[in-house]
């Protein structure tokens, strides 16, 4: 499936090619939530990396958060892209997994399939005012789960193409 996305004020735009679009997956982690997820969490969807074409890439930046580990200062291996006129979050790719991109699902402007459950994970990282809604049979994770994006899309028969 083709996604399209864009930022809010158009100057990124990008195309990427999926075999997993169901947006079920929030992330409540403190940098999830700060950089884009207005609602609490933030819903990154699946990719193919070799695939994704940028229109406006010169009007993109890349933030890595700073993370501590074993006492240490250290960047994340886990790059965030957005706009840098507006601000808009657009996908995240990580040097682990190179041929995996994450496009943020409120980037995409193509129409996405409605998953039939949500998964909740690192709500052990949100405070307590955010609420985890969802639907029933949705799950919650304090940490990440160990079934891949792909995987849920595989035992719930959703991959497509």
């Not at 790059?79 to 996908?91: A, D, N, P």
């Not at 790719?93 to 998964?119: G, S, Y």
Request: glycine share 8%.
């Amino acid at each position: 499936m083709l996604l399209q996305g864009s930022c809010h004020c158009g100057a990124v735009s990008f195309r990427c090619r999926t075999r997993h679009p169901q947006p079920y997956q929030r992330c409540y982690c403190s940098i999830c939530r700060k950089t884009g997820g207005g609602g609490g969490f933030l819903i990154n969807t699946l990719a193919d990396a070799t695939t994704l074409e940028v229109e406006g890439r010169e009007h993109a930046e890349v933030y890595r958060a700073a993370l501590e580990r074993d006492g240490e200062a250290v960047r994340s291996r886990h790059e965030r892209h957005f706009c840098r006129k507006c601000g808009s979050h657009l996908w995240a790719f990580n040097t682990r997994w190179p041929e995996l991109l994450h496009p943020v699902a409120t980037a995409i402007d193509t129409p996405l399939p409605e998953p039939p459950e949500n998964v909740h994970m690192m709500v052990a990282s949100k405070p307590d005012w955010i609420r985890v809604e969802g639907k029933p049979g949705d799950v919650c994770f304090d940490e990440y789960p160990e079934e891949s994006l792909a995987d849920w899309h595989e035992q719930r028969d959703l991959t497509v193409g």
